[in-house]
């Protein structure tokens, strides 16, 4: 198959990506698992997945992976690994549209990070944004003017997916650093890494349920390798207002999942949070600019 065939339809290729990675939820709460015994195989299968694909699209052997180069994305790995084992547990902890509706708070972790350790340059509208969102996390965390009792499970699985969310911020960053490396080489680095560190911690010893190896096969096959291959072919053809949008479906589609097949349907405050934590992530990715008075000359 030819380069050339991944141009077609990159707004419907991500839109279906993002489909796809908002069914996660669903797939890992049905795996029945804990965390690092489902992650463990997320990562098995898609290095299955991703080794097979880079292969036969001719990207391995890669003769760019330097030393330096695989520490990095090793790096990278932990922290993503780390990350989605802490996404898993939010989903047990809390449920599966909150979960996800906390953890789009990463793109502002990026900014943070870019700020406080990259010494990046942040602007006044960028922190207004930033600010909404965060007001927007904490009410659709469910523990501010909720009328649902606040458990402890509950707070510390709002922590996890924070403490998630940090992690993928972290990653994110850290694959910057490897320049042109393609995304998929990256991500099958990440998968490796997630065999190898998950592997001592992982419950290999239980017997899992024959129906469970089809849901963690789709966590690696689905989430991991197709919907990352879909990604990574139309995020260069597309503009980012378009990306910004589109991203919004993995948030819908696993808020829609939690409603009608686990009965969570989000209350007035989680739906008003989320909405925040849209605005402020598309202002800050597509720089809104607020309207500020003009003042006259004397």
Request: aromatic share 12%; glycine share 12%.
């Given at each position: ?19 796809i ?23 098995v ?63 502002f ?21 930033m600010?909404?969102a ?5 009410l659709?965390?469910?523990?501010v ?21 940090l ?9 910057k ?13 990440q ?51 378009l ?15 939690d ?9 007035l ?7 925040l ?22």
């Open positions: 198959m030819r380069e050339t065939s991944l141009i077609r339809f990159p707004a419907g290729r991500l839109a279906l990506a993002m489909a990675v908002g069914t996660v939820g669903a797939f890992a709460t049905e795996a029945g698992l804990d965390p690092i015994t489902t992650v463990f195989w997320r990562c299968f898609g290095t299955l997945f991703l080794g097979a694909w880079c292969l036969l699209r001719g990207h391995l052997p890669d003769r760019g992976l330097s030393p330096a180069r695989l520490g990095l994305a090793a790096l990278g790995g932990v922290c993503m690994v780390l990350s989605w084992t802490g996404f898993f547990a939010g989903f047990a902890m809390t449920s599966i549209a909150t979960t996800t509706i906390v953890y789009h708070i990463q793109p972790f990026v900014v943070l990070i870019g700020v406080t350790v990259l010494k990046e340059r942040i602007t006044l509208d960028q922190i207004v944004w600010i909404a965060f007001v927007g996390v904490a659709a965390s469910g523990l003017l909720s009328s649902r009792p606040v458990t402890t499970t509950w707070v510390f699985g709002i922590a996890l997916t924070l403490g998630a969310a992690l993928y911020a972290v990653a994110t960053i850290l694959a650093g490897l320049g042109a490396q393609r995304p998929e080489i990256t991500t099958l680095c998968t490796i890494v997630g065999v190898v560190l998950l592997a001592p911690f992982a419950d290999l010893s239980r017997s899992v349920p024959l129906a469970s190896w089809g849901w963690l096969a789709g966590i690696g096959v689905l989430h991991t390798g197709v919907a990352y291959v879909l990604m990574y072919a139309a995020y260069p053809r597309l503009t980012t207002p990306i910004g949008v589109l991203t919004f479906i993995y948030p819908l589609v696993a808020i829609l999942i409603w009608f097949f686990y009965g969570h349907p989000l209350g405050v989680q739906s008003t949070g989320m909405i934590i849209a605005f402020g992530t598309l202002g800050v990715r597509l720089g809104w600019q607020l309207p500020r008075r003009r003042v006259s000359p004397a």
